[in-house]
């Protein structure tokens, strides 16, 4: 079976400050792994996956993760914060090409500071 | 290119009367197919899942239920809703081996 912890239900940056949103996972395979961006009242949208291969992923709004299979960590960052980029965040792990059973952590609202 | 059609994007509901959500999926053919909730300030709840027509995963035992009458269309229903059916709920696809794809959500309230 496989879950996800993600670290910190909020975080608060300052626009052009770094932005890192910490996700650990435990899986009994090979993961597949994934971050999620949702807007207010809006669904999830894929901002990168890491299946296999390279292990720093990089995705859309100038997003990457580092999947480091020692410390069990997908960690999400973003060099320099745009206020755009306020939003809820979920880290997701499924166990390989399987993802029925993916499981989503708790979510990370970020918040960015003018 | 794929695209997921969820509607309605909020509804309002009487505690008690019935429930039936709808969720659509174009340009795949067989997908996987996923009903999530999430409560106000809280995480995704899967709920239930289907990998075929008829065929229904039920992750949490509630008073919602699942269907799949063909092979892009997953409906979500309750015959009684209670107030702690309220939430954002989310339907979404997939292939093997991808990421979800997710509707952009039905904001139910019950009353």
């Known amino acids: 079976a496989q879950s996800v912890t993600q670290l910190g239900s909020h975080v608060s940056v300052s626009e052009g400050a770094l932005v890192l949103l910490r996700c650990n996972y435990s899986?009994?395979?090979?993961?597949?792994l994934f971050w999620y961006v949702q807007y207010p009242n809006q669904g999830l949208q894929l901002l990168l996956k890491?299946?296999?291969?390279?292990?720093l992923v990089k995705g859309i709004n100038g997003f990457e993760a580092e999947f480091k299979k020692s410390e069990t960590s997908f960690h999400l960052t973003k060099p320099s914060a745009h206020m755009s980029d306020a939003a809820e965040y979920f880290c997701?792990?499924?166990?390989?090409?399987?993802?029925?059973?993916?499981?989503f952590g708790a979510g990370t609202r970020l918040t960015v500071k003018p | 290119s794929q695209t997921i059609h969820q509607w309605p994007a909020t509804l309002v509901q009487p505690v008690g009367s019935p429930l039936s959500l709808e969720c659509t999926v174009e340009g795949t053919s067989n997908p996987n197919l996923y009903w999530y909730r999430q409560a106000a300030g809280r995480g995704l709840q899967l709920l239930f899942y289907?990998?075929?027509?008829?065929?229904i995963s039920s992750e949490v035992p509630q008073n919602l239920s699942a269907s799949r009458p063909q092979d892009r269309q997953f409906i979500l229903s309750s015959k009684k809703l209670l107030l702690s059916d309220s939430g954002f709920y989310l339907c979404?696809?997939?292939?093997?081996?991808?990421?979800?794809?997710f509707g952009s959500g039905t904001r139910l309230t019950v009353v």
């Open positions: 890491y299946t296999t291969g390279a292990t």
């Open positions: 899986s009994s395979v090979p993961p597949y």
């Open positions: 979404a696809w997939t292939l093997m081996g991808y990421g979800y794809t």
């Open positions: 997701a792990v499924s166990g390989g090409r399987n993802n029925n059973d993916m499981r």
């Open positions: 289907s990998v075929g027509i008829g065929q």
